[in-house]
């Protein structure tokens, strides 16, 4: 296994940069259906154990938490995160970083997990970066879980304007200005093509899950309702012209050099 590559002043494009906001959800028992559907997604209970885990974005530490406490699975879990927003500590060893850099020796983790992180990272280059460390620490054989806000929702999720993320570069921090809703804009939601085209510049293959992930949100959190008794009975195929539009993109990702994991 390689050494921990040596700590580096990253240029400012790969850094969390200071006026950002850390955006986290405090919402505890949210975090623990976020968690669900990701074991559900990712298949966590068919992989070897213990699982050596990753959570890039700790936030409230919910995550994290529901992993590293798991009854039935075994997990090892490293949470990092820019800033420490924790409400809950048990579980899992935190680390805090300064950047898109992770303090890990290579191929580390069985399964590493990004849940909206990539738009809060930076601009394109430091996105790349993000993933190619996500790639680094990533065991062959390993799997990775992203989801991002995708570009095209109707109303951003980070602070609730109606096409906030639909308008150009230039035009975004005015409108948050002018709503009274905050000074900069400071998140990079993206689009399907360039979700797919990073993964791919980083070394990853990936699944798109949006429709997987959609069904298995109402089965977790709303599962007698009349969605998920409709969601039951429709074909993938019925959904595939819209995502492009489903507000979360969500993929499970693996090195480039293994068969699908």
Not at 131 to 155: D, H, I, K, Q, T
Not at 166 to 194: F, N, S
Not at 222 to 228: G, W
């Amino acid at each position: 296994m390689s050494k921990i590559p040596p700590r580096h002043q990253a240029p400012e494009a790969n850094r969390w940069a200071p006026e950002r906001q850390p955006h986290a959800v405090l919402d505890l028992p949210s975090r623990r259906f976020k968690g669900r559907k990701i074991e559900r997604l990712l298949d966590l209970a068919s992989r070897p154990q213990p699982i050596r885990m990753l959570e890039v974005g700790t936030g409230s530490g919910g995550i994290a938490h529901y992993f590293g406490t798991h009854p039935q699975l075994r997990c090892e879990v490293d949470a990092v995160d820019v800033h420490d927003n924790r409400l809950i500590i048990e579980g899992y060893r935190y680390h805090q970083v300064q950047d898109t850099e992770l303090p890990f020796a290579d191929q580390t983790f069985d399964v590493v997990l990004t849940n909206h992180v990539i738009e809060h990272v930076g601009d394109e280059q430091a996105q790349r970066a993000h993933l190619a460390e996500l790639c680094r620490v990533l065991r062959s054989g390993g799997v990775g879980y992203l989801a991002v806000p995708n570009r095209w929702m109707l109303v951003e999720p980070h602070y609730k304007l109606a096409f906030l993320s639909w308008l150009p570069h230039a035009w975004r921090t005015p409108y948050l200005r002018l709503m009274g809703k905050g000074e900069v804009y400071d998140c990079e939601p993206l689009r399907i093509t360039q979700v797919e085209r990073l993964l791919a510049g980083a070394g990853l293959r990936h699944q798109n899950l949006c429709v997987s992930a959609l069904r298995a949100t109402f089965e977790i959190e709303r599962p007698q309702s009349t969605t998920a008794r409709v969601l039951r009975h429709l074909p993938d195929g019925m959904f595939l012209p819209l995502r492009q539009t489903i507000p979360t993109l969500i993929y499970r990702f693996w090195r480039s050099t293994d068969v699908k994991s």
